[in-house]
């Protein structure tokens, strides 16, 4: 019997992929923050387009279990940008 990879779907593309495939995000106090942190979170590809697509849901309730404001989404694409550069 093989191991599995434990997968997770993008909250961008909608996509599912491997856990190691895709970058965790999480609700903090101060807003969203791409880290591997505790609390409400969920996963994004390391694409552009992904992320593009992630600003453009209009509710993100069912991984957050709360709304997230339009600004709080930008704000982390930009930390995404910063950090990971996209492909």
Partial sequence: MSARAPLRTCLGCGQRDAK????????TENGLEPEEVRGRGGY????????????????????????????DREDLVEKLRAQWGGK
């Fill in 20 to 27: 190691t495939a895709m970058r965790r995000v999480a609700i």
């Fill in 44 to 71: 994004l590809h390391n694409r552009e387009d992904c992320w593009r697509a992630f600003l453009k849901r209009k509710s993100l309730y069912r991984a957050f279990r709360r709304d997230l404001p339009r600004g």
